[in-house]
């Protein structure tokens, strides 16, 4: 059997790890994967996401051929349908009529065709892409104070600096490989201190010295009062102040208005004064000092201002440009640093230009030889969703996002799609919450078939390598687009033989009349042979004739992207969320990320390890909240936004502050029939960047009565539609489903409603508990389990991982075997508990136990259980096991 390998780049988040990629004659993924020493993100490490890559690549659920109308078709078919359309409504109603809506996860040459193809041939700026929910104001922030989109810092940055503050960042698991780097460089330099500003207490906070639990989007005050003090502890950097900068004074008056003593900004952030106090005297005492900064200052209706709150401060004492400085806003998708660079958002023209840029227009079109520039801003995403609604777009090509599931309003955005006289959806998934709203289906190759540049968080170019074949007729999304392009007339600007000429092109374009006026600037590659661009190594932009071997820190020259060269301070006012909590709707809705779950989950959910840290969709809520709403752990909650509702199981912990709630992003309807946050947030967004508001809305919880709580096992995927709820969690073996019935259905109805599902040969074997009403019953034939279900009245902690290995294939059913089945624990199998290393499937019994046994630090249960130490993601939770554990036996 022929093997081969690669080194490509992980496709989750921004970190942007190498990992090494080996495949058998088979076509089949070798697993495990493993991380890539020599790649510089992450030296051979990998997260639980990583290293589960083998596990998600499978044929199970993939898009294979293009469909009209859910009919299968040739690709010839579905492009020429496809152009037919966009001609009509262009000639029609104008350009405007079409929209690219994109993402961060396709490859800067898939970003790069589609930009082009709207802004220079169709002619229009309609460009938008869920970075628009993701960096947008990061962008805007560098640019008002850079006049360029520039990332500063290096990942190095983050382990040289003695003060770290992490702000509105829950690195721990969203950027976990980071995480690493930043932790074994406190392990070495315990003086090197950390700060997470973070209304939620995360795992984040484990490596912290000060955790600053301040009132949801009050962060722009924090950073207003240190520009203050700053100026006041004579702190500025004089030389570089007056010399680089513009605009110190208004900014500086505006923050000694907006905040002015200490006591009255930890007020407004609902901060104890002396924890302000802490950041306070350590940023006065540590001039190498990076604030690292994503989600929670991003998704906000001021998230712009919190951004350049931020670079103010950093200006102001001159902390970037230099090693281990910087204000570091982290990116969350692989390629979303890729869509800026292309200029894939309908703000930007292309390669760091914009439509406002002199010039710019001009250029582009030359480069491109462009018969019908775009010469405005087009919509950004949410603007666009209501342009779609209003029957302005008319056709909407979506790729590589899942905007049913991650717009705010989704409400809103079905209509919009019901609306659309033509929606094109580009995924390499079958069914997702967006494509039921597709008419033309197009399938993409995924990881591993896939070809082209990434640029990670830190302006690393990194290339995806694609190793196997693409699945069934799937096609690359840059050759998607570069057909339809040319069936519209356009073949000669579209006739890319391979990504390679695409990436040159691209590279071509930044560096065309630059001279040194833009910032991104990748013309040392405008020559690149394809055996050039396969051998290509990570390296950070710009990379010219200047900087061949490319640049690791901007502005250490102080010079600067606007047009007097100078960088500049920006006066702000903080201000607080749109939507504050009212009588009606008393709690504040954070919304974020889990540790195993990416996204939609239209990959990560198909990883059975994956899926068991945290199984269910919930809603973390404080205990005394709890309390006084009558809701219960582990019991379900109705929770209703003036936008929509959803059905969710309460996690009460006191991680949260009282009066706001968090939930997870991840459920789609595909996993659970009401588990959408989205449906909750409105579309609120900032000003400036077009960013929603996502991290806070308002909402009231309400306690679901009078139900029973099930837990299914089925050897067959079941309809469980007529649930009050349902949510369904990948396992290894058959299925497995969480769901809430009413009270009133008699145990007859549920052994009626099953039997149907089982064959002839099959039997019920039952157990009722008149105690606790609880319910277990057992489909099974001579020698095989068909189908479990135990009903409670309380929610159920059930060994679940056990009952779905009885439905492996090989398994045969011992009377034993049947005993256990109905008492609900095996006989003879360890129960783990609850899964806290996914790496080695190890649960919260296990540790526990180890701990009694005097395990009591996460190196000393790495070498009792292993847990902790292939990708250490979950050596958090280890610390706090270890430590409710000390509480205990105190
Ligand atoms: N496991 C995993 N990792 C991922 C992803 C994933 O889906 N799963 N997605 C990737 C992507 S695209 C992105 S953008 C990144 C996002 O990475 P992060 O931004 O780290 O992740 P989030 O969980 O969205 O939000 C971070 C934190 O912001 C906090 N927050 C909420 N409101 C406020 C506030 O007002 N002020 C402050 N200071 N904090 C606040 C939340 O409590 C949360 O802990 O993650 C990337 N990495
Ligand atoms: N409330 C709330 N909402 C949020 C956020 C939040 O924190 N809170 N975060 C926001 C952020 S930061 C982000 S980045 C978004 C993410 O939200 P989405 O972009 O909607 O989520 P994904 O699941 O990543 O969607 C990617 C889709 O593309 C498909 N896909 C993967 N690779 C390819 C490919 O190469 N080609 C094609 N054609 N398809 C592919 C996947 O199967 C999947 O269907 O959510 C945003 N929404
Ligand atoms: S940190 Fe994890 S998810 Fe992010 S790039 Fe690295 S391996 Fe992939
Ligand atoms: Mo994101």
């Known amino acids: 059997?022929?093997?081969?390998?690669?080194?490509?780049?992980?496709?989750?988040?921004?970190?942007?790890?190498?990992?090494?990629?080996?495949?058998?004659?088979?076509?089949?993924?070798?697993?495990?994967?493993?991380?890539?020493?020599?790649?510089?993100?992450?030296?051979?490490?990998?997260?639980?996401?990583?290293?589960?890559?083998?596990?998600?690549?499978?044929?199970?659920?993939?898009?294979?051929?293009?469909?009209?109308?859910?009919?299968?078709?040739?690709?010839?078919?579905?492009?020429?349908?496809?152009?037919?359309?966009?001609?009509?409504?262009?000639?029609?109603?104008?350009?405007?009529?079409?929209?690219?809506?994109?993402?961060?996860?396709?490859?800067?040459?898939?970003?790069?065709?589609a930009n082009k193809l709207a802004k220079g041939f169709i002619g229009t700026a309609n460009v938008d892409t869920n970075s628009r929910l993701c960096m947008a104001s990061a962008v805007v922030g560098y640019k008002r104070a850079f006049g360029s989109d520039t990332v500063p810092c290096s990942y190095e940055d983050l382990e040289l600096c003695d003060l770290l503050i992490m702000v509105g960042s829950n690195a721990a698991w969203t950027h976990p490989v980071l995480f690493q780097r930043i932790s074994a460089a406190k392990a070495k330099r315990p003086d090197m201190k950390i700060v997470v500003i973070d209304p939620r207490r995360t795992a984040t906070c484990d490596i912290a010295d000060l955790h600053l639990s301040l009132k949801p989007g009050t962060d722009a005050a924090i950073f207003s009062y240190l520009l203050q003090d700053s100026a006041h502890e004579h702190l500025l950097d004089a030389e570089f102040v007056c010399t680089h900068t513009e605009g110190f004074d208004q900014a500086l008056a505006q923050a000694e208005q907006s905040t002015p003593t200490l006591e009255a900004?930890?007020?407004?952030?609902?901060?104890?004064?002396?924890?302000?106090?802490?950041?306070?005297?350590?940023?006065?005492?540590?001039?190498?000092?990076?604030?690292?900064?994503?989600?929670?200052?991003?998704?906000?209706?001021?998230?712009?201002?919190?951004?350049?709150?931020?670079?103010?401060?950093?200006?102001?004492?001159?902390?970037?440009?230099?090693?281990?400085?910087?204000?570091?806003?982290?990116?969350?998708?692989?390629?979303?640093?890729?869509?800026?660079?292309?200029?894939?958002?309908?703000?930007?023209?292309?390669?760091?230009?914009?439509?406002?840029?002199?010039?710019?227009?001009?250029?582009?079109?030359?480069?491109?030889?462009?018969?019908?520039?775009?010469?405005?801003?087009?919509?950004?995403?949410?603007?666009?969703?209501?342009?779609?609604?209003?029957?302005?777009?008319?056709?909407?090509?979506?790729?590589?996002?899942?905007?049913?599931?991650?717009?705010?309003?989704?409400?809103?955005?079905?209509?919009?799609?019901?609306?659309?006289?033509?929606?094109?959806?580009?995924?390499?998934?079958?069914?997702?919450?967006?494509?039921?709203?597709?008419?033309?289906?197009?399938?993409?190759?995924?990881?591993?078939?896939?070809?082209?540049?990434?640029?990670?968080?830190?302006?690393?170019?990194?290339?995806?390598?694609?190793?196997?074949?693409?699945?069934g007729e799937a096609k690359h999304d840059w050759q998607a687009i570069c057909d339809v392009a040319t069936k519209l007339g356009f073949g000669e600007a579209f006739n890319f033989k391979g990504p390679h000429e695409i990436f040159a092109e691209h590279a071509a374009l930044s560096g065309f009349e630059n001279d040194g006026k833009r910032d991104f600037d990748i013309s040392a590659f405008e020559s690149i042979t394809k055996q050039e661009y396969d051998a290509l190594v990570p390296v950070q932009w710009p990379v010219n004739k200047a900087n061949p071997q490319g640049t690791a820190r901007m502005f250490t020259d102080k010079r600067f992207f606007t047009p007097s060269g100078k960088a500049r301070f920006v006066p702000i006012t903080p201000a607080l969320p749109k939507q504050l909590p009212n009588d009606e709707y008393p709690f504040t809705l954070n919304t974020g990320r889990v540790r195993d779950q990416w996204h939609t989950m239209t990959r990560t959910g198909d990883a059975a390890s994956l899926s068991r840290h945290l199984a269910q969709p919930f809603i973390e809520i404080h205990p005394e909240d709890a309390q006084s709403q009558g809701i219960k752990d582990k019991t379900l909650v109705k929770v209703f936004s003036p936008y929509g509702r959803a059905l969710l199981?309460?996690?009460?912990?006191?991680?949260?502050?009282?009066?706001?709630?968090?939930?997870?992003?991840?459920?789609?309807?595909?996993?659970?029939?009401?588990?959408?946050?989205?449906?909750?947030?409105?579309?609120?967004?900032?000003?400036?960047?077009?960013?929603?508001?996502?991290?806070?809305?308002?909402?009231?919880?309400?306690?679901?009565?009078?139900?029973?709580?099930?837990?299914?096992?089925?050897?067959?995927?079941?309809?469980?539609?007529?649930?009050?709820?349902?949510?369904?969690?990948?396992?290894?073996?058959?299925?497995?489903?969480?769901?809430?019935?009413?009270?009133?259905?008699?145990?007859?109805?549920?052994?009626?409603?099953?039997?149907?599902?089982?064959?002839?040969?099959?039997?019920?074997?039952?157990?009722?508990?008149?105690?606790?009403q609880q319910i277990r019953l057992a489909g099974v034939t001579k020698d095989r389990l068909k189908l479990v279900v135990y009903i409670s009245d309380n929610p159920m902690v059930a060994t679940t991982d056990w009952l779905t290995s009885m439905l492996a294939p090989k398994q045969t059913l011992t009377e034993m075997d049947r005993m256990a089945l109905l008492v609900g624990t095996p006989a003879n199998v360890e129960d783990k508990g609850e899964i806290v290393c996914a790496c080695f499937q190890v649960g919260t019994k296990q540790i526990n136990q180890a701990v009694e046994g005097g395990a009591r630090s996460p190196e000393a249960l790495g070498k009792t259980l292993k847990c902790g130490t292939n990708c250490g993601s979950c050596i958090p939770e280890l610390k706090t096991l270890i430590a409710s554990n000390k509480e205990t036996a105190v």
């Open 649 to 772: 199981k309460a996690k009460v912990t006191d991680a949260v502050a009282k009066g706001s709630v968090f939930v997870p992003i991840h459920w789609t309807q595909q996993f659970s029939n009401a588990s959408i946050v989205s449906a909750l947030i409105p579309s609120e967004v900032d000003p400036l960047s077009g960013q929603p508001e996502s991290k806070h809305a308002r909402v009231t919880l309400e306690p679901f009565k009078q139900v029973k709580y099930g837990s299914i096992v089925s050897e067959v995927p079941l309809d469980l539609s007529d649930c009050l709820y349902w949510c369904a969690v990948t396992s290894d073996h058959g299925y497995r489903y969480e769901v809430v019935w009413p009270t009133e259905m008699p145990i007859k109805a549920f052994k009626d409603r099953f039997a149907r599902l089982l064959p002839k040969t099959a039997q019920w074997v039952e157990y009722t508990n008149p105690h606790n």
């Open 1 to 113: 059997m022929s093997a081969s390998a690669v080194k490509t780049t992980c496709p989750y988040c921004g970190v942007g790890c190498g990992v090494n990629l080996s495949s058998r004659a088979s076509n089949r993924v070798v697993p495990p994967v493993s991380g890539d020493k020599s790649h510089p993100a992450n030296f051979g490490r990998l997260c639980v996401k990583g290293s589960s890559l083998a596990e998600t690549i499978t044929p199970k659920g993939r898009l294979l051929q293009p469909m009209i109308n859910n009919k299968t078709v040739t690709w010839e078919a579905a492009t020429d349908a496809i152009s037919a359309k966009i001609k009509q409504v262009t000639e029609e109603f104008g350009p405007d009529a079409f929209a690219f809506y994109l993402s961060g996860q396709i490859l800067t040459e898939d970003y790069y065709v």
């Open 265 to 471: 900004t930890a007020d407004f952030c609902g901060l104890a004064a002396d924890s302000l106090l802490q950041l306070r005297d350590w940023w006065r005492s540590t001039p190498k000092t990076v604030t690292f900064y994503s989600q929670g200052v991003n998704q906000s209706s001021s998230g712009v201002d919190k951004c350049n709150a931020i670079i103010n401060c950093h200006l102001a004492t001159g902390r970037l440009g230099k090693v281990g400085a910087g204000p570091f806003s982290i990116t969350g998708q692989p390629n979303a640093m890729g869509g800026r660079e292309v200029g894939g958002l309908a703000n930007q023209l292309a390669a760091h230009m914009d439509f406002a840029t002199p010039g710019a227009i001009d250029l582009v079109q030359r480069f491109w030889q462009a018969p019908n520039m775009a010469t405005e801003n087009g919509l950004k995403a949410v603007d666009m969703f209501n342009a779609i609604e209003a029957g302005d777009i008319k056709v909407l090509w979506i790729m590589a996002t899942n905007p049913m599931v991650s717009l705010p309003n989704t409400a809103q955005v079905k209509r919009a799609l019901e609306k659309c006289e033509l929606v094109i959806v580009s995924d390499y998934k079958m069914g997702t919450d967006t494509s039921a709203f597709a008419d033309i289906l197009l399938p993409a190759t995924g990881w591993s078939e896939k070809d082209g540049t990434v640029t990670n968080s830190e302006r690393r170019l990194s290339r995806q390598r694609g190793l196997l074949p693409p699945a």
